[in-house]
């Protein structure tokens, strides 16, 4: 079956332009979160979904960053005014609901953003 | 926080087997263990998870003590392609990925 889908896989930006990042989990999959991965690195939490809400945001880095969620399918990570530091490989995962702690996460193969 | 320490690298030649060793600091009472396999330039990728004794499937084994602040993969006679990143997780209140352990399987 398909897996979680992201696009763009990759994108090239200049410094202070707005970026918005689109991903697909696997259908079925109520729960979906975004992590950012920088080169050599493990991933950093950023955000979780349960459905369209977002009980737990506690790992966006500041207020440049916002996700949302529509459908209980689509979600898309928006970055505003970007930086240099916010180059990385964006990763979404899905899973299915019930207790996050228990089910295993599905990732996509991530949005490779690099901020000239 | 939950917070997990596994080593960073670990070199090993095919056919092998492999033990990756993860302490568990602060694992909470109901939280389950995870380990997940990254590629370059792809996601990471489910494993195997449990929590508490031994569990195995097609892949790897999974060995959790009793006081459960430790955890053990173990890859059965590891080939060129097990060559990755491999992370210990278990979820907590955050979802912390660490650095990870990068094996190199070597022939």
């Known amino acids: 079956g398909a897996g979680v889908s992201q696009s763009p896989s990759n994108k090239v930006t200049e410094k202070g332009k707005d970026v918005e990042l689109r991903c697909d989990p696997i259908?079925?999959?109520?729960?979906l979160y975004w992590y950012r991965q920088r080169l050599g690195q493990g991933l950093e939490f950023l955000i979780y979904?349960?459905?369209?809400?977002?009980?737990?945001k506690s790992g966006l880095p500041s207020d440049r960053f916002s996700a949302e969620r529509t459908g209980e399918s689509v979600s898309t990570l928006t970055i505003q005014r970007t930086q240099q530091e916010d180059s990385a490989v964006y990763l979404c995962?899905?899973?299915?609901?019930?207790?996050?702690?228990?089910?295993?996460?599905?990732f996509g193969d991530g949005t490779r953003l690099s901020i000239l | 926080l939950a917070k997990t320490t596994q080593p960073i690298s670990m070199d090993s030649y095919e056919g092998q087997e492999v033990n990756i060793t993860c302490s568990h600091n602060?694992?909470?009472?109901?939280?389950?263990i995870t380990w997940y396999q990254q590629f370059p330039s792809q996601g990471p990728r489910f494993i195997i998870q449990g929590y508490k004794t031994k569990v195995t499937n097609e892949v790897a084994s999974l060995f959790i003590p009793a006081d459960r602040k430790s955890s053990t993969l173990s890859l059965p006679r590891v080939s060129l392609s097990d060559t990755a990143v491999y992370y210990c997780l278990n979820y907590g209140q955050n979802f912390v990925f660490g650095p990870g352990t990068r094996l190199s399987v070597l022939p």
């Open positions: 602060n694992i909470a009472t109901n939280d389950y």
């Open positions: 979904f349960q459905g369209n809400s977002a009980p737990d």
């Open positions: 995962a899905s899973s299915l609901g019930g207790d996050r702690r228990v089910q295993p996460q599905h």
């Open positions: 259908s079925g999959h109520t729960a």
